[in-house]
């Protein structure tokens, strides 16, 4: 069994960064795409950035520039910069993996970005 484990949200001022991890554990052969996403209260859940084994990745327009994921495969670990944040970024963020032919998901950790 796979499990996430995410860390790294909390209240932020506007303008400010966080850093969020997430890692895998559990009976893992190899890790395909990692991504995260976000959910906002009343809003669909949506990608926020991804990447794959190969390390190319992929963001959303809203957070080009500001938001730089990367990976550690030893540590089976995926990372979310996130710099320049602002009240729009509000949201619990959600870590994602396929492994196995399977996808999993993290519990969610919450990021709250307010002066």
């Known amino acids: 069994q796979v499990q996430l484990v995410e860390s790294g949200g909390g209240l932020v001022q506007p303008g400010g960064s966080l850093r969020l991890s997430c890692a895998a554990s559990g009976s893992i052969f190899s890790i395909g795409a990692m991504s995260w996403y976000r959910q906002a209260p009343g809003k669909q859940r949506e990608l926020v950035a991804s990447?794959?084994?190969?390390?190319?990745?992929n963001y959303a327009d809203s957070v080009k520039g500001r938001f730089t994921i990367s990976r550690d495969n030893g540590k089976r670990t995926v990372y979310l910069q996130m710099n320049s944040l602002k009240p729009d970024d509000t949201a619990v963020y959600y870590c994602?993996?396929?492994?196995?032919?399977?996808?999993?998901w993290g519990q969610g950790t919450q990021v709250t970005v307010s002066s």
């Open positions: 990447i794959t084994s190969g390390g190319s990745t």
């Open positions: 994602y993996l396929v492994a196995g032919g399977r996808g999993y």
